[in-house]
């Protein structure tokens, strides 16, 4: 079998982005489970046969391996691969922004209410 491989590193919920420009096998393993495969042994994987494109969001962190199959050695395939990675925003950020958001908010309601005391109303105790 022929394959094309390459190794990434990726947190756990980022996103891995492969296209192809046929359908083939697609697999993506941590490095254990690609020694195995190189070895003809057991191994198991994420994919399958895909064709176009395929995303994968990763479930542990680590050191990942994409494997694209070209098809036998008899028969290779021509095949052209893009892989991309999509770092995922860790939600300690994202709840971070919501709270500064809603500071600021906050803040311009509180303005807003200066404003309209200060030029609105009469001082009743004035007469």
């Known amino acids: 079998m022929r394959f094309l491989h390459g190794k990434l590193k ?3 919920g980022e996103k891995i982005k492969v296209k192809i420009s046929m359908p083939t096998r697609v697999l993506i393993m941590p ?3 690609f020694n195995k495969y190189r070895e003809n042994m057991t191994y198991t994987y994420f994919g399958g046969q ?3 494109e395929y995303e994968f969001s990763v479930p542990k962190s680590g050191t990942w391996v994409i494997v694209v199959e070209k098809g036998t050695y008899a028969n290779p395939l021509d095949i052209k691969v893009n892989v991309s990675k999509e770092v995922a925003v860790p939600k300690a950020i994202e709840s971070e922004k919501k709270s500064k958001k809603k ?3 906050n803040q311009k309601q509180d ?3 200066e404003e309209v005391n200060e030029g609105g109303a009469e001082n009743p105790q004035s007469e």
Request: hydrophobic share 20%; no cysteine.
């Open 50 to 52: 895909k064709d176009g």
């Open 111 to 113: 303005e807003n209410l």
């Open 10 to 12: 990726a947190f756990t």
């Open 103 to 105: 500071k600021k908010k």
């Open 31 to 33: 490095e254990r489970q």
